[in-house]
């Protein structure tokens, strides 16, 4: 089975785009880049011209000898088998951060070849942007891939329920048919989180053991790429700033604490590894918002943060929670503090904001989970994991700065009043349509 990505709308703005330059697609290892990109060829393309550096290592030669792109173009050509059109053919080079030389050989598509549709991807690609000097800035685009969201995951589990979701034009109760299934399926989606391959095993072939087994293999990969691409002297502290996730989140205040990563840990000795799992797409820093003014980042507090997961499935996994609470009501959302809660609407919130989310404190009387701009809006969101929605926090802010919407995620339903904005938490890939829709009413 394949999940439909959003990200095909981006994809497609790319290719139809008169500005056009040659694609580099970063996410994270298992977010399903490769699918993505053979998929969108196959539904766009006469041709799909695909070329893996990893597979492939003699291709190297053909861009560590020249600069000559009809050279190469030829040569790349004998391999496909067949002449690369440049309208009708995309070209793909998949674990392009094993040829830095094909990396900048996309300065020269762009410069002598636009008309051919170039993209990029590899795993850690955004270890090696942020290493090589000799990279072509300015002559590609970029596009980020994330694990599968909800929305996408309902897709393929449920077609019908996504539709109706989508079909959502106004704040009014969801009737309880679509509610309870919405909320059975919400937890299915806990159990797998958005990886591709632990979401095919749990949606397709209903085997919760092979999902569990998929997410553990991911997690052993990760701590393999720690040991073969990070630089010697930070393996281990990467090893320990990742296996802390689980701790620094289980904690009523999940400010990032370096004695919790290990005892006597000071912070100048762990900032490359945080910038190294940052980079590579595996962590999401949250930085406290000392003021929630525009624009946000103008007022970070860079030295309190949160760390998260890049997945709410890897979470759980990592933090040995065992899928039977599926089963057992609502424990699933609310075990754990309510990490894997918060941790999957961070990660419905991202993709949907150009400015990450902050999170705000005030002197130990209250604490919003994030804030996020958008448009002229500071919005303040409080996440809660059942459907118990009583929040001094967010009441202590609204007296404090008189916001003009504030959002609730929880699992009541969908409710407009007094400009709170309750979203059920199955609904966070719809953020921003929901703000547009309430901003709109009042």
Same mark, same amino acid.
């Given at each position: 089975m394949y999940f439909k990505r959003n990200i095909t709308k981006q994809l497609l703005e790319w290719k139809n785009s008169p500005f056009r330059k040659p694609l580099v697609l970063k996410g994270a290892r298992q977010v399903g880049k490769t699918t993505v990109l053979k998929?969108?060829?196959?539904?766009?393309?006469?041709? &799909?011209a695909y070329f893996n550096f990893e597979e492939q290592p003699e291709l190297k030669q053909f861009f560590e000898n020249t600069k000559d792109i009809k050279r190469v173009l030829q040569n790349l050509s004998l391999v496909h088998g067949k002449a690369i059109d440049p309208v009708r053919t995309i070209i793909i080079f998949d674990e392009i951060q094993e040829c830095n030389e094909a990396l900048n050989m996309l300065k020269y598509f762009n410069e002598n070849a636009p008309e051919y549709c170039v993209v990029a991807a590899g795993s850690l690609l955004g270890i090696y942007l942020g290493k090589e000097s000799s990279f072509p800035v300015g002559k590609v685009d970029f596009i980020n891939i994330y694990p599968l969201t909800f929305s996408e995951f309902l897709g393929g589990a449920q077609q019908e329920l996504l539709a109706y979701l989508e079909s959502i034009d106004r704040i009014e109760i969801i009737p309880d048919i679509f509610f309870n299934n919405l909320v059975q399926k919400f937890k299915m989606y806990f159990i797998s989180g958005g990886m591709p391959e632990a979401a095919k095993s749990l949606v397709e072939e209903q085997n919760i053991s092979l999902s569990d087994r998929n997410l553990k293999n991911i997690l052993n990969a990760y701590s393999l790429d720690f040991s073969h691409h990070a630089s010697y002297k930070d393996i281990a502290k990467i090893n320990y700033v990742w296996d802390s996730i689980p701790s620094q989140l289980g904690r009523e205040n999940k400010k990032f604490l370096y004695q919790t990563v290990r005892p006597g840990a000071r912070a100048r000795e762990y900032e490359d590894a945080l910038r190294w799992l940052s980079q590579a797409g595996l962590v999401y820093r949250v930085n406290r918002c000392k003021k929630p003014a525009l624009p946000i980042s103008a007022y970070d507090d860079l030295a309190a943060f949160k760390l998260y997961s890049l997945d709410v499935g890897l979470l759980r996994r990592q933090s040995y929670l065992d899928p039977i609470s599926f089963k057992e009501g609502n424990r699933l959302f609310t075990e754990f503090k309510g990490s894997l809660t918060e941790n999957f609407v961070l990660q419905s919130l991202i993709p949907q904001f150009d400015a990450p989310p902050r999170y705000w404190t005030s002197e130990g009387k209250a604490e919003i989970d994030f804030l996020i701009q958008y448009k002229d809006y500071i919005i303040p969101i409080e996440v809660k994991s059942?459907?118990?929605?009583? #929040? $001094?926090? +967010?009441? =202590? =802010?609204?007296?404090?700065?008189? *916001? !003009?919407?504030?959002?609730?995620? #929880? +699992?009541?339903?969908?409710? =407009?009043?007094? !400009?709170? @904005?309750?979203? *059920? +938490?199955?609904?966070?890939?719809? &953020? #921003? $349509?929901? @703000?547009d829709i309430t901003t709109k009413e009042v």
């Amino acid at each position: 089975m394949y999940f439909k990505r959003n990200i095909t709308k981006q994809l497609l703005e790319w290719k139809n785009s008169p500005f056009r330059k040659p694609l580099v697609l970063k996410g994270a290892r298992q977010v399903g880049k490769t699918t993505v990109l053979k998929e969108f060829g196959a539904n766009n393309f006469k041709d &799909t011209a695909y070329f893996n550096f990893e597979e492939q290592p003699e291709l190297k030669q053909f861009f560590e000898n020249t600069k000559d792109i009809k050279r190469v173009l030829q040569n790349l050509s004998l391999v496909h088998g067949k002449a690369i059109d440049p309208v009708r053919t995309i070209i793909i080079f998949d674990e392009i951060q094993e040829c830095n030389e094909a990396l900048n050989m996309l300065k020269y598509f762009n410069e002598n070849a636009p008309e051919y549709c170039v993209v990029a991807a590899g795993s850690l690609l955004g270890i090696y942007l942020g290493k090589e000097s000799s990279f072509p800035v300015g002559k590609v685009d970029f596009i980020n891939i994330y694990p599968l969201t909800f929305s996408e995951f309902l897709g393929g589990a449920q077609q019908e329920l996504l539709a109706y979701l989508e079909s959502i034009d106004r704040i009014e109760i969801i009737p309880d048919i679509f509610f309870n299934n919405l909320v059975q399926k919400f937890k299915m989606y806990f159990i797998s989180g958005g990886m591709p391959e632990a979401a095919k095993s749990l949606v397709e072939e209903q085997n919760i053991s092979l999902s569990d087994r998929n997410l553990k293999n991911i997690l052993n990969a990760y701590s393999l790429d720690f040991s073969h691409h990070a630089s010697y002297k930070d393996i281990a502290k990467i090893n320990y700033v990742w296996d802390s996730i689980p701790s620094q989140l289980g904690r009523e205040n999940k400010k990032f604490l370096y004695q919790t990563v290990r005892p006597g840990a000071r912070a100048r000795e762990y900032e490359d590894a945080l910038r190294w799992l940052s980079q590579a797409g595996l962590v999401y820093r949250v930085n406290r918002c000392k003021k929630p003014a525009l624009p946000i980042s103008a007022y970070d507090d860079l030295a309190a943060f949160k760390l998260y997961s890049l997945d709410v499935g890897l979470l759980r996994r990592q933090s040995y929670l065992d899928p039977i609470s599926f089963k057992e009501g609502n424990r699933l959302f609310t075990e754990f503090k309510g990490s894997l809660t918060e941790n999957f609407v961070l990660q419905s919130l991202i993709p949907q904001f150009d400015a990450p989310p902050r999170y705000w404190t005030s002197e130990g009387k209250a604490e919003i989970d994030f804030l996020i701009q958008y448009k002229d809006y500071i919005i303040p969101i409080e996440v809660k994991s059942d459907e118990n929605i009583r #929040s $001094k926090s +967010l009441a =202590y =802010y609204n007296k404090l700065f008189v *916001p !003009g919407l504030r959002i609730r995620f #929880s +699992l009541r339903n969908l409710d =407009y009043n007094e !400009g709170l @904005i309750n979203i *059920p +938490l199955f609904m966070a890939d719809f &953020t #921003s $349509k929901l @703000i547009d829709i309430t901003t709109k009413e009042v």
